[in-house]
């Protein structure tokens, strides 16, 4: 239930610091109707397709910028905002992981992308598990970053969620609490500015009632603990060995259950750790694209 209860607090934030929603300077806006919904996306770089699925409660515009440029120097790097978030609609079908999955392979069907690789950040690697089981010819690399298969196996500790829990303050005092969690406090202290430059920057729409329905489609996922071993990518997962939103834990045993995978843990990162450890997440990231080779 952990995720659930983040609502409050990072919806507050997000709220408070979210601008009008601007233009990468890399790539166009566009839109692709996929199903029942127009699906905003954005495509920079060129060379293998590489999707990257964002988390709760954002957009694709949350990305690190550096991570974005190193990967389109080698790779058609694409973000897409998910259903109801950002640029695309929510449509009139149910929110659930599933649905999440099957509008990321949709949209590669309506771009004419027959497999990509795939990076997930949070539940946006929940949804790259799910879209690697229920579309195995889709992916050819996955990259799990964040995640877990079933959030009730390694949970948050108590205090974590009563702090994420927490509703009393202004919304910057909220919006502060759950970015305390992000990252070690010891890496905050010395980091003020680059914490304003992650977060103060143009998100675009963030709707808080998809906000909650996608709260709710967390909330009703039964997991894919079962199913790890159906995985046939090849997979990295990355953790931040001080995550305490998603424990480490989590990612050591998806590292057990899925066949061949890589394990990446970042020393002293946290739930932020693409943000925090930028050039050692692009180093762990690059490597691996480098060395495997896609799913046949």
Not at 116 to 143: F, Y
Not at 222 to 251: F, H, M, Y
Not at 267 to 284: C, K, L, N, T, V
Request: charged share 20%; aromatic share 8%.
């Amino acid at each position: 239930m952990k995720k659930i209860v983040v609502l409050a607090s990072v919806l507050a934030f997000l709220s408070a610091c979210t601008l009008p929603f601007g233009k990468s300077a890399d790539g166009a806006d566009r839109s692709m109707q996929v199903g029942d919904i127009k699906i905003g996306y954005r495509t920079v770089g060129s060379g293998p397709p590489l999707v990257m699925i964002m988390g709760y409660g954002s957009t694709m515009n949350l990305w690190e910028p550096a991570l974005l440029d190193a990967l389109a120097a080698r790779y058609q790097v694409i973000v897409f905002d998910n259903r109801g978030m950002g640029l695309t609609e929510a449509g009139a079908r149910d929110f659930s992981l599933e649905q999440f999955a099957d509008d990321t392979a949709g949209l590669l069907d309506a771009l004419g992308v027959p497999q990509a690789d795939v990076l997930g950040w949070s539940m946006g690697s929940s949804i790259a598990e799910e879209l690697a089981l229920r579309h195995p010819a889709k992916v050819g690399r996955l990259i799990l970053y964040a995640s877990e298969c079933d959030e009730d196996m390694f949970p948050a500790s108590a205090k974590v969620v009563q702090q994420l829990t927490d509703a009393t303050g202004t919304p910057e005092e909220r919006g502060m609490r759950f970015v305390s969690l992000l990252f070690p406090a010891a890496w905050l202290q010395g980091h003020g500015d680059r914490v304003k430059d992650i977060f103060y920057r143009p998100l675009g729409v963030i709707d808080p009632r998809s906000v909650a329905r996608q709260a709710q489609a967390m909330g009703k996922w039964k997991g894919c603990c079962d199913r790890l071993g159906d995985i046939r990518a090849p997979t990295l997962i990355i953790t931040g060995s001080e995550d305490v939103i998603t424990p480490p834990q989590n990612s050591q045993y998806l590292a057990e259950k899925i066949a061949g995978a890589q394990l990446a843990q970042i020393a002293g990162a946290g739930h932020g750790a693409m943000f925090q450890e930028r050039d050692r997440f692009i180093e762990a990231v690059m490597a691996f694209l480098a060395a495997s080779v896609p799913h046949a």
